[in-house]
C-alpha cells in the first residue's frame, strides 16, 4: 500500500512520462468512435446546417459542393409554406396531448406499483413490453384494432350501443387516435423511471405528514409531487422531445393523412428528401432541431440534479 | 380519488415499516385488481395481433370479430417465408443489429474508459460534444448522411445502414458512468505491476464491465432492431430491406389489405425482442435507472 502512496506522490511531481503515455493511449482508445463519429454524426449535422443555406436538389448529389448559395431562402419558404404550418401544428398537437397523458398514466402506474408489496417486478416488465416493440409492427396492429368494422374498439364500442366512428379517416379523430397509441407505446418507460424517483422519497416524510393529519390525496398533493418534481420534469423533456420526432405511426396508420391531418415535422423532411430537394429538407429539419434543443435546454436548465436522482433510485 | 383517501384512513395509523419508500402501509386488495386489470388491458393488443395471425384471412376480416381463432392456421407466416422474402428481411435485420451492437460495445467502452479513468488534452471538450450530440434527432442528419453514403458507395447496403450507428454517444455517456465507479486503485496496481495503458483497459478494466456491457448490448441490439427512417433511405432494393422496412412498406403498398399476412409479420418483428427483453429484462431496467434514457 505505502508503494502505491509513494508511486502517486512521484507521479504528480514528475508528470511528464506517464501523462504523456497516458494521453497517447486515452487518444488510441477514443481514436475509433471519434472517427466513425466524425464522419456519421458530427460533420452530417453540419453538413446539413450547411445545405439548408443552398438550392441543393437530387440532381446535386454527385457534386455536393457545386451548389449555390440562397441565404435564408430556404427558411423564408419554409415559413411561408402553408403545409410546413400545418405540419408544425400537428407536431406541436402531438407534444400537447401526448405529454400530459403519457405522463399521467406512468405516474398513477407507478404510485400503484409502488404500494404493492407483492408482483412489483412482474407488473414493471408487464407494463414496460410495449416499449421495446418496433412502432413499425405495432402501428400495423394498432390500425387493424382502429378499422372501422370489426376492429376491436367498435366492436366493444358497439356492445354499449355506441356506432363507432372511422377512427384514422377523420381528419381531427385521426391524430389523437396516433397519440393514443403512442402513450401506451411510450407510458413504460417514464413509469420505470418514476418508480424510481419514488423510491427516493422518504418514508419518514410521509409518515410525519400523517401525523399531522395530511390524508393520502393532501399527502400524494404536497408531499409526493413537490419530491418527484425533478423526475416528473424530465420525463416530460425526454417523452417531448421523443413525440416532436413522431413519424413511422403516421406513415403506417394514415400516410400522413387523412388531408395531411397527421403529417408531421419529420414525415414533411422525409417527403421533400422523397422529391429532390435536399436544401429546402434540410432547412426543415434544423428548425425541428430548434425545437429539440429549446426543450433540452429547458431540461438543462431547470433540472442539473437530475442524474442523482435516477441513479439513487436505481441503486435501491 | 375519494376510494383511495377513504381506504387509506381506514386503515391502521402505524403500520410498521419495511424496506422500500412505498411500502409503509398495507396494501388494498383493489390495488392489485386495478393493476392487473390495467396490465390486461396493455397486453391486449399483443394478443389481439398473435390471435388474428393465426386466423384465415376470411376471418380475420369477420364483423363481429371471432376471439379465439376458428380455424387455426399456418398459413400467413407460411406465405411470409416462402412467398414473400421475409427469410432475408429477417437475416438483414439481425445483421444490421448485430454489427450495430458489436461496435457499440467496443468503441463506446473503449472511450467510456478513457473518459472515465485516464487524462488527456481535449478530455472536456470531447466529452462535452458526445454528450451534446446525445439528442440530436436522425431526421437532422439523413439527408447529409445519404448524400456521404451515396459518393461513397454504400447505399443500398448493409453496410451503409451500419456505420452511422457503430459509435453512438449514449453508449459512451453509460460506459463512462460505469467505469467511473470502479476503484482507481486496480489501474494504479496494474500500472505498478508495469502493465501497458491499453493492456490496462483490454486484461483489467473490460473483463469488469460485464454488467454494463450487457445492458448496452440489449438496449443497442432492441434499438437497432426496431430502427426505421435509416434503413428505409438506404434500402433501395427489396433485398436489402430491413423487417420493419419490410412491414411498413408491404403495409402502405400493394399488401396493405392482407390483414392476415401483415399481423403475422408484425409477430415476426415484435416476437423475438420481447423474447430478448423477457429473458433479460434485469439488464434493461437497469440501463433507463442508471441513464435515465432509452
Not at chain 1, 25 to 38: D, E, G, K, R, S
Not at chain 1, 114 to 121: A, D, L, Y
Not at chain 1, 141 to 158: A, M, P, Q, S
Not at chain 1, 196 to 223: K, M
Request: hydrophobic fraction near 50%; proline fraction near 6%.
Amino acid at each position: 500500500m505505502s508503494t502505491v502512496a509513494t508511486r502517486t506522490g512521484t507521479r504528480t511531481r514528475h508528470v511528464d512520462p506517464t501523462r504523456r503515455q497516458q494521453a497517447v493511449a486515452a487518444w488510441a482508445l477514443a481514436l475509433p468512435f471519434v472517427l466513425l463519429f466524425a464522419v456519421f454524426s458530427l460533420g452530417p449535422v453540419l453538413a446539413s446546417l450547411g445545405m439548408s443555406f443552398t438550392d441543393m436538389r437530387r440532381t446535386d448529389i454527385r457534386d455536393p459542393f457545386a451548389v449555390n448559395p440562397v441565404g435564408l431562402d430556404n427558411y423564408v419558404q419554409l415559413v411561408q409554406d402553408p403545409l410546413f404550418r400545418k405540419v408544425t401544428l400537428n407536431t406541436l398537437l402531438y407534444l400537447l396531448l401526448g405529454v400530459p397523458l403519457t405522463m399521467a398514466v406512468a405516474l398513477l402506474v407507478a404510485v400503484g406499483i409502488n404500494r404493492v408489496e407483492r408482483f412489483r417486478g412482474f407488473l414493471r416488465v408487464g407494463y414496460y413490453l410495449p416499449v421495446v416493440t418496433s412502432i413499425v409492427a405495432v402501428s400495423v396492429v394498432w390500425k387493424f384494432l382502429y378499422r372501422d368494422n370489426g376492429g376491436l374498439f367498435n366492436t366493444i364500442l358497439g356492445w354499449v350501443g355506441i356506432d363507432g366512428p372511422g377512427w384514422l379517416d377523420s381528419t381531427t379523430l385521426a391524430l389523437p387516435s396516433l397519440v393514443l397509441m403512442a402513450v401506451w407505446r411510450n407510458f413504460g418507460t417514464l413509469m420505470v423511471i418514476f418508480l424510481a424517483g419514488l423510491q427516493t422519497i422518504p418514508q419518514e416524510v410521509n409518515e410525519a405528514a400523517e401525523v399531522d393529519g395530511a390524508s393520502g390525496w393532501s399527502r400524494f398533493r404536497h408531499v409526493t409531487l413537490p419530491m418527484l418534481r425533478p423526475t416528473l420534469l424530465f420525463g416530460a423533456v425526454i417523452t417531448g422531445l421523443g413525440y416532436l420526432q413522431f413519424f413511422e405511426e403516421a406513415f403506417v396508420m394514415t400516410k400522413g393523412g387523412p388531408l395531411d391531418s397527421t403529417r408531421s415535422a419529420t414525415y414533411f423532411t422525409f417527403d421533400q428528401f422523397g422529391f429532390g430537394n435536399y436544401g429546402y429538407a434540410a432547412a426543415a429539419s434544423y428548425l425541428l432541431f430548434l425545437a429539440v434543443v429549446l426543450l433540452t435546454w429547458v431540461q438543462f436548465r431547470w433540472l442539473g440534479e437530475r442524474d442523482e436522482t435516477t441513479v439513487k433510485g436505481a441503486k435501491r | 380519488m375519494s376510494t383511495l383517501t377513504a381506504e387509506r384512513q381506514a386503515a391502521p395509523p402505524k403500520a410498521p415499516a419495511s424496506r422500500g419508500g412505498g411500502e409503509w402501509r398495507r396494501t388494498p386488495t383493489w390495488l392489485y385488481g386495478v393493476l392487473f386489470a390495467g396490465l390486461f388491458l396493455v397486453v391486449v393488443p399483443f394478443v389481439w395481433m398473435l390471435l388474428s395471425s393465426l386466423k384465415p384471412e376470411a376471418e380475420v376480416r369477420a364483423v363481429p370479430p371471432t376471439w379465439w381463432p376458428e380455424t387455426i392456421t399456418l398459413d400467413n407466416y407460411s406465405t411470409l417465408f416462402t412467398k414473400l422474402d421475409f427469410p432475408t428481411y429477417f437475416l438483414n435485420s439481425a445483421i444490421v443489429a448485430l454489427a450495430v451492437t458489436a461496435g457499440n460495445m467496443v468503441f463506446c467502452s473503449m472511450l467510456g474508459y478513457a473518459l472515465a479513468k485516464l487524462d488527456f488534452p481535449g478530455k472536456k471538450a470531447l466529452f462535452a460534444i458526445v454528450l451534446g450530440t446525445l439528442m440530436i434527432p436522425g431526421v437532422v442528419t439523413f439527408v447529409p448522411l445519404f448524400v456521404l453514403t451515396t459518393n461513397i458507395g454504400l447505399s443500398n447496403t448493409l453496410l451503409g445502414m451500419v456505420l452511422p450507428f457503430l459509435a453512438g454517444p449514449f453508449g459512451v455517456f453509460l460506459m463512462r458512468q460505469f467505469i467511473q465507479a470502479l476503484p482507481d486503485e486496480l489501474i494504479q496496481a496494474a500500472r505498478i505491476d508495469g502493465a501497458g495503458e491499453l493492456r490496462i483497459f483490454f486484461s483489467v478494466i473490460l473483463p469488469l464491465c460485464g454488467p454494463a456491457l450487457a445492458t448496452l448490448g440489449i438496449l443497442t441490439f432492441l434499438t437497432s432492431w426496431n430502427n426505421f427512417l435509416w434503413p428505409l433511405v438506404v434500402a433501395q432494393t427489396e433485398e436489402k430491406y430491413t423487417l420493419p422496412v419490410a412491414l411498413a412498406l408491404y403495409s402502405v403498398g400493394q399488401n396493405a389489405t392482407q390483414y392476415g399476412l401483415l399481423l403475422a409479420g408484425s409477430v415476426v418483428v415484435v416476437l423475438p425482442v420481447l423474447a430478448i427483453f423477457l429473458v433479460l429484462q434485469r439488464h434493461i431496467m437497469q440501463g433507463i435507472a442508471m441513464t435515465g434514457i432509452k
